[in-house]
């Protein structure tokens, strides 16, 4: 590289608040000491986090629009920049950067293109997945963010195993140390001392499963007459969700808190965490919620198997089934000794499996492969990740 720093521009759509975006925010922080000149291209819109990464003075840029055959003009504005950046890697997230950020990157020459995928996308319009066949050649790895999204988009997408290791969403687990008190976390979000406080991080979407979680709630809630239920974040489901909470006669007991970045606060003042997902990647609000010590009670669905030991280190019950989520909440709710065992369990698991150095590690390993020419991937299959997930 000529005695330059090797410099890396992550693509996505938009940077507001989510796993994906998260990760990406610790890149931009953290990348710089081990080397790496890192930028971020936002498309279409910014966001909550986008604000934070230019608030650091970290390099970003946003380019309005939304490339595709919408808005060619867009598509040709990142062509453009990414011929002037002159980046070694460029690396995508999320569908629409992951399509229209590679082809750009193709096109203005650069050497090594990595694309992220996170999730498992039933849904996925045939056009995106023919498009994501004819890049597969083209791109140097794409890296899934768990094993069963490995499965699912190795096979979708005909990208072979051995070009899409597993690297797991990871947690900069030091951005949640020194939050407020148990007490004082309930005192700032006006939640009583002695209440048994559930709760789940997630936007409002289909994926996140709301529906079932406030169906399960108000299972236990005749149980539990002190347990309540906080919901953080925001999304295109909130007004039929409030219309949910009326329905179920729920009232107060369920809080909608919108957005909050506090998320050390968030966690401090709950007792369960609960993420009731029709469908995963890995979820990043649930390995949080673990590496804080809570016990988590999830769906079996995606990396949530691979990242947690139901009855050891969670709870994990059938998506959709709202009676057998209410079960395990209950079971946990009850049992104050339970909680904490699981809790414990799930810190020391998640701190092991999921810290953010040990992923910095194997990304930049990843980056200067690519850059090589290595091969320098693991047998098929095996996570780049030492310690797997």
């Given at each position: 590289m000529?005695?330059?720093?090797t410099?890396?521009?992550y693509?996505c759509?938009?940077?507001?608040?989510?796993?994906?975006?998260?990760?990406?925010?610790?890149?931009?922080r953290?990348l710089p000491?081990?080397?790496?000149?890192v930028?971020?291209?936002?498309l279409?819109?910014?966001?909550?986090i986008?604000?934070?990464?230019e608030a650091?003075?970290?390099?970003?840029?946003?380019?309005?629009?939304e490339?595709?055959?919408?808005?060619?003009?867009?598509f040709?504005?990142l062509?453009?920049?990414l011929?002037?950046l002159?980046p070694?890697?460029?690396?995508?997230?999320l569908?629409v950067?992951?399509l229209?950020?590679?082809?750009?990157?193709?096109?203005?020459?650069?050497?090594?293109?990595?694309?992220?995928e996170?999730?498992?996308?039933?849904?996925?319009a045939?056009?995106?997945?023919?498009?994501?066949?004819?890049?597969?050649?083209f791109?140097?790895?794409?890296v899934a963010?768990?094993k069963?999204?490995?499965r699912?988009?190795?096979?979708?997408t005909?990208?072979?195993?051995?070009?899409m290791?597993v690297?797991?969403?990871?947690?900069?687990?030091e951005?949640?140390?020194?939050?407020p008190?148990r007490?004082?976390?309930?005192?700032r979000?006006?939640?009583g001392?002695d209440?048994?406080v559930v709760?789940c991080i997630g936007?409002l979407?289909?994926?996140?499963?709301?529906p079932?979680?406030l169906?399960a709630?108000?299972?236990?809630?005749?149980?539990?007459?002190?347990?309540r239920?906080?919901?953080v974040?925001?999304g295109p489901?909130?007004?039929r969700?409030r219309?949910q909470?009326?329905a179920l006669n729920?009232?107060?007991r369920?809080?909608?808190l919108?957005v909050?970045?506090?998320?050390?606060?968030i966690?401090?003042?709950l007792?369960?965490f609960a993420?009731?997902?029709?469908?995963?990647?890995?979820p990043l609000a649930?390995?949080e919620?673990?590496?804080?010590?809570?016990?988590?009670?999830t769906?079996?669905?995606?990396g949530s198997?691979?990242?947690?030991?139901?009855?050891?280190?969670g709870?994990?019950?059938p998506p959709?089934?709202a009676?057998?989520f209410?079960?395990a909440?209950?079971?946990?709710?009850?049992?104050p000794?339970?909680?904490?065992r699981?809790g414990?369990e799930?810190r020391?698991?998640?701190?092991?499996r999921?810290?953010?150095e040990?992923h910095?590690?194997r990304?930049?390993r990843?980056?200067?492969?690519?850059l090589a020419g290595?091969?320098?991937?693991p047998s098929?299959g095996?996570?780049?990740?030492?310690?797997?997930?």
């Amino acid at each position: 590289m000529n005695g330059r720093r090797t410099r890396v521009v992550y693509i996505c759509q938009h940077l507001d608040v989510g796993g994906a975006e998260e990760l990406i925010a610790a890149y931009m922080r953290r990348l710089p000491e081990r080397g790496f000149e890192v930028g971020t291209i936002c498309l279409t819109r910014a966001g909550r986090i986008a604000r934070e990464i230019e608030a650091s003075g970290a390099r970003f840029w946003l380019l309005p629009g939304e490339p595709g055959p919408r808005d060619p003009l867009a598509f040709l504005r990142l062509v453009r920049l990414l011929r002037a950046l002159r980046p070694d890697v460029v690396h995508t997230f999320l569908l629409v950067a992951g399509l229209y950020g590679r082809l750009a990157a193709l096109l203005a020459g650069v050497p090594v293109i990595v694309a992220t995928e996170a999730n498992v996308y039933a849904r996925k319009a045939p056009r995106h997945i023919w498009l994501e066949r004819l890049l597969g050649p083209f791109t140097w790895r794409v890296v899934a963010s768990s094993k069963a999204v490995q499965r699912f988009a190795s096979r979708q997408t005909w990208v072979p195993i051995e070009k899409m290791p597993v690297l797991y969403n990871a947690i900069d687990f030091e951005a949640l140390a020194g939050g407020p008190s148990r007490a004082e976390a309930r005192v700032r979000l006006g939640l009583g001392a002695d209440e048994l406080v559930v709760g789940c991080i997630g936007r409002l979407t289909e994926q996140k499963g709301y529906p079932v979680l406030l169906d399960a709630f108000a299972l236990v809630a005749p149980r539990f007459p002190e347990a309540r239920l906080v919901v953080v974040g925001d999304g295109p489901d909130e007004p039929r969700l409030r219309q949910q909470v009326a329905a179920l006669n729920l009232g107060e007991r369920v809080r909608l808190l919108g957005v909050r970045r506090d998320l050390a606060t968030i966690f401090a003042a709950l007792d369960v965490f609960a993420l009731a997902s029709r469908w995963e990647g890995l979820p990043l609000a649930a390995l949080e919620a673990m590496g804080y010590g809570l016990p988590v009670v999830t769906t079996a669905v995606g990396g949530s198997v691979e990242a947690i030991e139901s009855g050891e280190s969670g709870l994990l019950v059938p998506p959709g089934d709202a009676a057998a989520f209410a079960a395990a909440l209950a079971r946990l709710l009850g049992d104050p000794e339970l909680r904490q065992r699981l809790g414990q369990e799930a810190r020391a698991r998640s701190r092991a499996r999921f810290g953010l150095e040990v992923h910095l590690e194997r990304l930049a390993r990843l980056y200067c492969d690519g850059l090589a020419g290595s091969p320098g991937d693991p047998s098929p299959g095996v996570p780049l990740m030492a310690t797997g997930r």
